[in-house]
């Protein structure tokens, strides 16, 4: 069993900045692709930032520039700087991470982002 515990989240002010952390635990079994989404009122959840196992990195379009995706593979902890932030940023972030040995996914309980405008 994995736990993924985040922290980071809060309320920030538009063009304001928030780092996100998330640090996993467990029955981890090395190094893992992780990443973050995000799910806003009335929406689905999305994808904002993956990070593999070595280091490559994908973004969402609406983040991209905004937003880095790093990590700690020491500390198995993986981190989101957002930069510039948006009202529509606002939403619930998950952290997740892809165990391939044994082969399961993931999921934290969420930190809540609030962007005013």
């Known amino acids: 069993q994995v736990h993924l515990v985040e922290s980071g989240g809060g309320l920030v002010q538009a063009g304001g900045s928030l780092r996100l952390s998330c640090s996993a635990s467990?029955?981890?079994?090395?190094?893992?692709?992780m990443g973050w989404y995000r799910r806003a009122p009335g929406k689905q959840r999305e994808l904002v930032a993956t990070?593999?196992?070595?280091?490559?990195?994908n973004y969402a379009d609406s983040v991209k520039g905004r937003f880095t995706i790093s990590r700690d593979n020491g500390k198995n902890t993986v981190y989101l700087q957002m930069n510039s932030l948006k009202p529509e940023d606002t939403a619930v972030y998950y952290c997740?991470?892809?165990?391939?040995?044994?082969?399961?996914?993931?999921w934290g309980q969420g930190t809540q982002v609030t962007v005013s405008s």
């Open positions: 467990g029955s981890i079994f090395g190094i893992n692709a």
């Open positions: 990070i593999s196992s070595g280091g490559s990195t």
């Open positions: 997740q991470l892809s165990r391939t040995f044994p082969v399961y996914t993931y």
